[in-house]
């Protein structure tokens, strides 16, 4: 259930709270620009705390929601928090955005997140499209979980070793008209209106994403799977971390 709480009015996670990985304590992620929670629900599944931060209400958010300024919220309490991720606004590199919406200018904000994020010790992940500026670290696409959706994504990663992912190749083609021909495929275009792109329950399916039905908000998002192939790595990678600190002391 979502715990929403402005900037101004919500208390940080403690550090020794958020760092500690004791059988009893939930070990704390951070979630930039986070939307309806895609990636949220991806870190709840592997074992997660998370607070999301995002500029708009997001009734629908998964975790504790905080709106707010992202960059801010990041400046102020990134160091908090046991790992983070961000995922900022794709318009900028986005190829479908670049195609409809020529001409505008839209803020890359990728530069002034990476920046911060590389203040903080532990695991940063930073997502996004294909087209964007992000070191490709990781690429993972839909196939990779079984999924009905490609829906390529660039991440960057650091603070952690990482398992590469391979990638499969794709089953068909995605379903929707193309130049007044229909096609068949066992993957939705999870973004726009029209062109045979699937109803919103077949995007719920498709993303894996069944807390939400709105619709901008699924074609905004992450698939969950992503983020607990990666969240897993990330806890993998704490719990040794702490275990070895234990060992030492």
């Keep these: 259930m979502t715990t929403t709480t402005t900037h101004e009015d919500h208390e940080a996670p403690a550090a020794a709270g958020a760092l500690s990985l004791g059988r009893e304590m939930q070990p704390e992620l951070l979630d930039l620009f986070c939307g309806a929670g895609g990636a949220a ?7 997660f705390k998370v607070t999301g931060v995002d500029i708009a209400p997001q009734p ?7 709106q707010g300024d992202a960059i801010a919220y990041l400046a102020a309490h990134g160091h908090k928090f046991a790992a ?4 900022p606004p794709c318009q900028a590199s986005s190829a479908l955005t670049k195609g409809t919406n020529k001409g505008k200018e839209y803020l890359n904000l990728i530069p002034a997140t990476r920046a911060l994020l590389a203040l903080f010790d532990g695991p940063n992940v930073i997502e996004n499209v294909q087209g964007s500026d992000l070191r490709r670290d990781l690429t993972l696409c839909g196939e990779m979980f079984g999924l009905g959706v490609i829906r390529h994504r660039y991440f960057e990663l650091s603070g952690f070793p990482f398992l590469p992912a391979e990638h499969r190749p794709h089953r068909g083609r995605v379903a929707g008209w193309r130049h007044g021909e229909w096609f068949d495929g066992p993957y939705f275009a999870v973004y726009g209106e029209g062109g045979g792109k699937g109803t919103v329950a077949q995007w719920q399916e498709a993303m894996g ?4 039905d709105n619709r901008k908000s699924i074609a905004e998002a992450i698939p969950p799977a992503y983020t607990r192939f990666i969240g897993g790595q990330i806890m993998a990678y704490l719990e040794s971390h702490q275990a070895i600190k234990e060992l030492a002391a």
């Design 209 to 212: 994403m069944h807390w939400t």
């Design 60 to 66: 629908d958010y998964p975790g504790t929601f905080i």
């Design 41 to 47: 629900q991806g870190y709840i599944d592997a074992g």
């Design 84 to 87: 983070r991720h961000a995922s």
